[in-house]
């Protein structure tokens, strides 16, 4: 069939049914989703059909359904979202799961894929998963691929995107994003250790990680609502490799000297590392050095169990699927930033939780 003639056929649909959706359409006449969504792109540039979210509309029936809203829909059982992760880190499995919950709660397939090393392995993805048929994105670009304009190219998708634990920043366009609000989770760490008599904090921060940043804002921030003195930064970096694990001595140190008595550490294995290191100079958590370290996946397997500041990682995960059926359910709906604010876990030296304020 040429293109010319399937575009009539498809026109003939839309015209008889009143409204189509890609992926039903697609298996119907035997060719790919993609495919469809240039004819639906096509016809609409002429006038002939009106585009929605998934699908398309006659012209009349989207006057009908009020054309100053787009048209809804529910979203059904069956529809599959593509969902784009970083490769191998032990932040994002906790996501993982809160995005399968949702996914299966309201029967929704979820199809995974691992980003890659550059911008353009990114965007290939992207492109398999769109052709595929997917009827949305969540994604959580690899940390130092999001250059200018990457938003812009996501925004002027088809289908709608979702971006999970990541902020999009001054030009979103229409993406979407729920995130944990690391700036605030870092400030509750600081406030914890200002509450135990610590004036100087210093901040350990591994440099590759995208919350980084976020929480070196809100450390600052508490650090200057509070009147406290910043203290040292302590940057790990491990692409340097020997030389990443230099700040481990270097803070030992400093906690010999009696220079350093408080640290924020991101994130739980450099805090559990230090904690050995520290042991075996024969220096105690937390009289010597008070830890919150920052994440809690393994703080309270420690040797000394540590008090955590825990992001919300599964409800990130599960508010992404809802913002993305909100999406689909309503196009014309307020376009939507949640920020969800962890909590901090404090432990005393059993690993059992007590009241914020008593023990480091």
């Not at 998934?54 to 359904?65: T, V, Y």
């Not at 590392?273 to 309270?300: F, K, M, N, S």
């Amino acid at each position: 069939m040429l293109a010319e003639e399937r575009r009539e056929a498809l026109l003939r649909i839309v015209e008889r049914r009143g409204a189509i959706k890609v992926k039903e359409v697609a298996e119907e006449i035997g060719v790919s989703a993609v495919t469809v969504r240039q004819d639906v792109r096509d016809l609409a540039g002429r006038g002939l059909v009106v585009r929605v979210h998934g699908g398309a509309m006659s012209p009349a029936a989207a006057q009908a359904a009020d054309t100053s809203r787009p048209a809804t829909r529910p979203v059904s059982r069956g529809d599959a979202f593509g969902l784009i992760v970083p490769p191998g880190d032990y932040y994002y499995p906790e996501i993982i799961r809160g995005v399968q919950d949702a996914a299966r709660t309201h029967g929704v397939r979820i199809v995974l894929a691992v980003s890659g090393e550059t911008l353009t392995d990114n965007r290939e993805q992207v492109r398999r998963l769109v052709a595929a048929g997917v009827d949305g994105l969540l994604l959580m670009p690899r940390a130092g691929l999001e250059p200018a304009g990457t938003e812009q190219w996501l925004a002027g998708l088809d289908i709608p995107v979702v971006l999970v634990d990541r902020r999009a920043g001054a030009h979103a366009g229409r993406l979407e994003q729920v995130a944990s609000d690391h700036a605030h989770g870092a400030g509750l760490a600081v406030r914890h250790l200002a509450e135990l008599g610590h004036e100087r904090i210093a901040l350990v921060a591994r440099t590759e990680s995208p919350n980084t940043p976020l929480i070196r804002e809100g450390y600052a921030m508490a650090c200057q609502a509070l009147g406290l003195t910043a203290g040292p930064e302590y940057r790990v970096d491990p692409t340097d490799g020997p030389a990443s694990t230099e700040w481990f001595e270097e803070l030992v140190r400093a906690v010999e000297a009696g220079d350093v008595r408080a640290a924020l550490v991101h994130n739980d294995l450099d805090a559990v590392t230090l904690v050995g290191l520290l042991q075996a100079r024969d220096l105690r958590v937390p009289e010597d050095l008070a830890i919150v370290t920052y994440d809690d996946e393994v703080a309270e397997l420690s040797n000394v169990p540590l008090t955590a500041v825990a992001p919300p990682k599964r409800a990130v995960g599960a508010w992404a699927v809802d913002l993305m059926r909100r999406r689909i359910a309503d196009p014309a709906s307020p376009l939507a930033e949640l920020l969800l604010r962890p909590e901090l876990r404090v432990r005393d030296s059993s690993g059992a939780f007590s009241k914020p304020g008593r023990h480091a």
